[in-house]
């Protein structure tokens, strides 16, 4: 008398399908923009990176999910004490404190809407030497409509 192996049928193939079809339907998602050589070299104006934008189109009404935006910037050194650096989706700005890290602060706003670094220094006069971002990286992750994953998953 030989085993018998245990193989699921078609009903529970579909019974499967059904199951992930609404996560893959409003899967979430993630775009990266990235740039060189931003330069501060006079106080009193400001600098903004040209705009960083989706490579490929974004779902209708895709949004910032709660763990939105994870910048990374590299510069020759520190930032100089009064140098305001934002980081932007569309209008709407954040400050972030250093360097790299993540923020919450731009959730819900449209995904898709194009990135871009600030800086700004209060003042007149030269900046010697000048403020210097080597290379900079912006992360969106995004959840479309009807997503069910919970907020942040995209990040993990």
Not at 7 to 30: E, F, S, V
Request: aromatic letters at 6%; a positive charge.
């Amino acid at each position: 008398m030989g085993l018998r192996r245990w193989a699921p049928g078609p009903m529970w193939w579909l019974i499967g399908l059904l199951a992930i079809a609404p996560a893959a339907r409003a899967a979430d998602g993630a775009w990266q923009g990235n740039g060189t050589q931003l330069i501060l070299s006079q106080r009193g104006s400001s600098v903004a990176s040209p705009a960083l934008r989706p490579q490929n189109l974004l779902p209708a009404g895709a949004v910032v999910t709660s763990i939105n935006i994870n910048w990374h910037i590299e510069s020759e050194r520190p930032l100089p004490s009064g140098v305001r650096l934002a980081i932007c989706l569309g209008e709407q700005c954040f400050f972030p404190d250093g360097l790299a890290g993540l923020n919450l602060a731009l959730a819900g706003q449209p995904a898709g809407n194009p990135a871009t670094l600030r800086l700004k220094w209060p003042g007149r006069g030269a900046v010697v030497p000048p403020v210097r971002l080597l290379l900079y990286r912006v992360l969106i992750n995004y959840r479309s409509p009807g997503s069910r994953a919970p907020a942040g998953d995209a990040a993990r």
